[in-house]
């Protein structure tokens, strides 16, 4: 088993910037893919950032490159997501989600995470 709890979410104006963690118990971190994703209102859950293990390969879905960086600390089983220049299409519920497997693209396929941290909640303000 793993648990993920996620902090950092807030309120932030557009164009500002905010820092999520996820911190991972429960299983060697290094070898677990961690994944970021996102839950707008009335939308369905959407891949946001993922990042390998001790490989340290990451991937973006299209709407953050450039903008969001993922990045992980193996000493404190945490796993972080910067997110800059926000926009208020960013708000959203953002989980943080652990895989045992996955290669490539099949990393943003969010039927590969079994496990799931309880959101936290992103608000941006134009």
């Known amino acids: 088993q793993v648990q993920l709890v996620e902090s950092g979410g807030g309120l932030v104006q557009a164009g500002g910037s905010l820092r999520l963690s996820c911190a991972a118990s429960?299983?060697?971190?290094?070898?677990?893919?961690l994944g970021w994703f996102r839950q707008a209102p009335g939308k369905e859950r959407e891949f946001v950032a993922s990042f390998a293990g001790s490989g340290g390969s990451t991937l973006y879905a299209d709407s953050v490159k450039g903008r969001f960086t993922i990045s992980r600390d193996f000493a404190k089983s945490t796993a972080y997501l910067q997110m800059s220049s926000l926009k208020p299409e960013d708000a959203a519920v953002y989980y943080c989600?652990?895989?045992?497997?996955?290669?490539?693209?099949?990393?943003?396929?969010?039927?590969?995470?079994?496990?799931w941290g309880q959101g936290t909640q992103v608000t941006v303000s134009s």
């Open positions: 989600a652990a895989a045992v497997y996955c290669s490539g693209d099949g990393c943003s396929d969010r039927h590969r995470y079994g496990y």
């Open positions: 429960g299983r060697t971190f290094s070898n677990l893919i």
